[in-house]
Nanobody, 122 residues
Framework: QVQLVESGGGLVQAGGSLRLSCAASGRIFSINDMGWYRQAPGKQRDLVGVITSGFSTIYADSVKGRFTISRDDAKNTVYLQMNNLKPEDTAVYYC????????????????WGQGTQVTVSS
């Protein structure tokens, strides 16, 4: 019903920058929160940042001041601008989109992107 396509991952040196994108397509009534999560080998998936439908943002303490999340509702796309990257930022990054359903049709549905690898070398 809804597909998320991520892009923008890659290999970067410490101190560099990357910009991740995640575009949602399909049957979308509207979107509630959108966010980014990351998972390193042997670790659980953790929140990086989230942006609400009202454009409020929240970030993990480890990325505050370095990462910026934004959204373009006309394109159903969420972005993650990552600056001053550190080796500890290395992980697979997953976007998350909560799609609202029409009134009376049920509860919002959560979708996840396929993941994009971000590797930061020292």
């Amino acid at each position: 019903q809804v597909q998320l396509v991520e892009s923008g991952g890659g290999l970067v040196q410490a101190g560099g920058s990357l910009r991740l994108s995640c575009a949602a397509s399909g049957r979308i009534f509207s979107i509630n929160d959108m966010g980014w999560y990351r998972q390193a080998p042997g670790k659980q998936r953790d929140l990086v940042g989230v942006i609400t439908s009202g454009f409020s943002t929240i970030y993990a303490d480890s990325v505050k001041g370095r990462f910026t999340i934004s959204r373009d509702d006309a394109k159903n796309t969420v972005y993650l601008q990552m600056n001053n990257l550190k080796p500890e930022d290395t992980a697979v990054y997953y976007c998350h989109v909560q799609v609202k359903v029409p009134p009376g049709a049920g509860r919002p549905v959560d979708y996840w992107g396929q993941g994009t690898q971000v590797t930061v070398s020292s």
